[in-house]
C-alpha cells in the first residue's frame, strides 16, 4: 500500500472515532515493511484518560506485538500533527518516519499541544506547571 493510501486509512479511522464513537477525530496507524502492524484512535474522551492518544495507542500495540520498544523499521502515519505527549513517544519509540495530515495550525483542537510545545521551551521559573525537586 503506498503512502497515500495509509494517511486515508488514518484520516478514516480518526473520523469514525469521532462519528461512530463520539471520541475526538485522531487516528493513527503503525506500519512494517508495508504492512499493518498497529493502529489507534484518541480515546481520552471515552476513558478520561488523556494519555490515549491515537499515536501512543499505536506504539503500544506495535511494541507490544514486534516485542520491542525499537520501532526504528516502522512508519507512523498520523490524521494530525503529533502533540508533544506523543512526539515525545514516538522519538522514545524511535520511530524515524512519521507523516500526519492536519497541521496544527488552524486547528482548534490543537490549542492545549500549542501551550504544551511553548511551555516545554521555557526556564522552569516561567512554566506555569512547576517542576519541584524534593531533596530527601
Known amino acids: 500500500m503506498s503512502d497515500r493510501k495509509w494517511m486515508e486509512y488514518a484520516i478514516e479511522l480518526a ?5 461512530e464513537k463520539g ?13 499493518l502492524i498497529s493502529e489507534g484512535v ?7 484518560d488523556p494519555t490515549t492518544h491515537a499515536e501512543l495507542q499505536a506504539i503500544s500495540r506495535a511494541s507490544r506485538l514486534l516485542g520491542t520498544d525499537d520501532l526504528s ?3 507512523l502515519y498520523a490524521s494530525g500533527e503529533p502533540c508533544p505527549m506523543c512526539l515525545s513517544a514516538i522519538y522514545l519509540a524511535n520511530v524515524n518516519k512519521i507523516y500526519f495530515a492536519n497541521p496544527m495550525e488552524g486547528n482548534p483542537l490543537a490549542a ?3 501551550k504544551i510545545y511553548e511551555q516545554v521551551g521555557l ?4 512554566r506555569t506547571n512547576k517542576l ?3 531533596k530527601i
Not at 484518541?42 to 478520561?48: I, K, Q, R, S, Y
Not at 526556564?123 to 516561567?126: I, K, L, M, S, W
Open 15 to 19: 473520523k469514525k472515532n469521532s462519528s
Open 23 to 35: 471520541g475526538k477525530p485522531f487516528g493513527a496507524v503503525i506500519v512494517k515493511d508495508g504492512r
Open 42 to 48: 484518541n480515546d481520552v474522551l471515552a476513558t478520561h
Open 73 to 75: 523499521d516502522c512508519e
Open 112 to 114: 492545549q499541544a500549542k
Open 123 to 126: 526556564p522552569n521559573e516561567e
Open 132 to 134: 519541584i525537586q524534593l
